[in-house]
């Protein structure tokens, strides 16, 4: 049965192929795309490659000319995520592998080395090369050998290219693949900043975040569960420190890739309007958009301007794969507000839907009664606190009390919370604004006021103190009546 | 000059004699059994019959013993269609001429399949057909339940986390009271390039029957099974003169 399927899925594909030459043999259309091959190209240069995010400088000769590309494959262990080893498979030492850049009708001499330390037989399938397997079939090679050919770059676009070597799933998994832009001869309209991202996911016997050297797992690949879906190769690669960065009035380039194995992207830059997208990283332009697909296996060039400052974040909009996986890259634009396009934050209250014990900073603090109150024991508190701490406070402050970086502050050990005469009191009944120091880290967040009686308050504090590391210790209601009366 | 000749001869005639009298010393029997192939063909079990087989593979010191008494087969003499400049490269850095009993005691790499077949026949034995050598290399580490024990061994390789090749030091024996058929080195077989992936590793066009087309994995009989996968892609690569830095060997004897 199955090889009744798998013969049919050639008759299939035979079909489909003498098809597609008809057509394309008789298609005018074609034509205007088909290079004339037989004009001979003038000089030579030795092509730059970079790693991503950076774009090489276009060729500036006015004809089309050889370009010699060298590319090494080596095998190494690197980091995938913090505290996460990974031994990648790379196309120049990175992943994703090194840019090329070349214009239309060039001809390109690639040169293809497979380090003599590596374990591994490896070869390239340039999707810009029209020839047997892009290339495959003539660059296969073992350990420490070295493999030639040229190829003409008949067609415009951004390419995908990626090892093909059995199994060839595994070795696209463990990072080879890279882009190779073929622009018009003339060049792309000129733009302030041009640059190089690509997704990709991994499959690791450990889940995301677990710590130490992770293996390939095979089965999840199969599956198509990756842990691991990432911008340029690694959790952070191009995020925070490593964010690309621009100012305002400035116009981007971004030349977006796909590596796969499996996944297809929802590209979308968080706080942008892509003005003009290259469809597919092909000729067709689109304009006005929100989110591009990315096919594995297959590319996008998108261009928008920075009108304002703030961070982009370039992600999936498979929203989980941004937030849970690290599919996410980061462009901070620098320079003054423009308030006739984005006011920025105008007035913030914090909304209060019927029931909840959220109400809004500036509301002022919840007036005492006089009723006394019961005082409870400890466990009393930290049982009666823990069940309040996670309806209240654990969407911010996290269920373990570590906070988000760089967002929420944590309440673990906090000295900023130690320090406090009030053991915290004044925050919850208050709220809290503006920029504080907690453990070293800055923060500039709203925090605010919690509608929660005394009795509450007093659980609440008492859990965050015993159970975060604060000091142990008991918060009675008195105390929290006392100084919700103070002012 | 006569003299060395003759020299090389005695110790020749000397080591026939001796291996004989020893029963194949340093060599385990393989007893005859099928394997289920990883190219599916017309047969779900591929016969094996009974064979020796070396206990580990060629050390850099044997192999010296061998070019010593064969000096057509040296670094300086050898001919280029047998094997490629890289042929015994590692014999010409410092860790080597340090003649550590380490180093020496490690696989013997970077040696072509020209060069391994000669050591074979010099020592009256043969290199390993592919069956011979897929079908020893599948039994599990002793001692272990499943097959996840060698899948792990493999892997651990990959990623580079097991010595290098100058490792010295034996990783496990299998069922059959071999050592390291994974994990150390990749090892020539005589037949490497009968069963070979299509060099674009993707290709179905017709392949001659029983061949082996790395792609689509439409003709392995566990798609999964990447390790096997990586093996037989690895051998599709090779030339005959081709010498790599990971590459060794052992040699075996019809039974």
Known sequence: MKSFIANFEIYIALILLTGIGLLSSCATDAEKYTLDYNKEVTGEIRATLTDAPLVPPRIEAKHNTKVIVELEIIEKTMRLADGVDYTFWTFGGKVPGKFIRVRQGDLVEFHLHNHPDNMLPHNIDLHAVTGPGGGAEASLIAPGKSAQFSFRALNQGLYVYHCATAPVGMHIANGMYGLILVEPLEGFPPVDHEFYVMQSEFYTTGRFGEKGHQDFDMQKALDERPDYVVMNGAVGASSGENAMKVKVGETVRLYMGNGGPNLVSSFHVIGEIFDKVYVEGGTLTNHDLQTTLVPAGGSAIAEFKCEVPGTLHLVDHSIFRAFNKGALAQIKVVGDENHKVFTGKEKEEVYLPEGSSIQSISSGKQTSSDEVIEEKTLEERLAAGKILYNQNCMACHMELGTGIAGTFPPLVNSDYLQALPDKGISVILNGLQGEILVNGEKFNNIMPAVSLNDDQVASILTYIHNNFDNGDGLIKAAEVKEWRNKK | ?255
């Not at chain 2, 599916?40 to 206990?55: P, R, Y």
């Not at chain 2, 060629?58 to 050898?78: K, L, Y």
């Open chain 2, 1 to 255: 000059m006569l003299f060395k000749k003759e020299l090389a001869f005695l110790v020749m005639l000397c080591f026939v004699v001796s291996s004989v009298s020893s029963q194949n010393k340093g060599m385990v029997l393989i007893p005859s059994g099928s394997y289920k192939p990883f190219i599916k063909g017309k047969v779900d079990e591929i016969q094996v019959d009974s064979f020796w087989i070396d206990e580990k593979s060629v050390t850099n010191a044997e192999f010296s013993t061998f070019v010593d008494a064969n000096p057509s087969w040296s670094r300086e003499e050898i001919k280029r269609l047998f094997a490629d400049e890289d042929y015994l490269s590692h014999w010409a850095t410092d860790l080597f001429n340090q003649d550590s009993f380490l180093v020496g005691n490690a696989p013997v790499v970077n040696v072509s399949w020209f060069a391994a077949k000669a050591y074979c026949e010099w020592q009256g034995k043969r290199l390993p057909m592919l069956s011979e050598w897929e079908y020893a290399a599948s039994a599990l580490p002793q001692g272990s339940v499943d097959s996840s024990s060698l899948q792990e061994i493999i892997a651990n390789w990959y990623s580079r986390r097991t010595l290098s090749e100058n490792d010295t030091v034996p990783h496990y024996k299998n069922e059959f009271g071999i050592w390291d058929m994974h994990g150390k080195i990749w090892e020539w077989v005589y037949d490497f390039n009968s069963v070979q992936s299509n060099e674009d590793s993707r290709n179905m066009e017709e392949t001659p029957e029983g061949l082996f087309c790395g792609s689509a994995s439409l003709n392995a009989s566990d798609a999964s099974d990447y390790s096997t996968f990586i093996r037989f892609a690895f051998r599709g690569s090779l030339k005959g003169h081709f010498t790599v830095r990971k590459l060794g060997f052992r040699c075996v004897k019809t039974k």
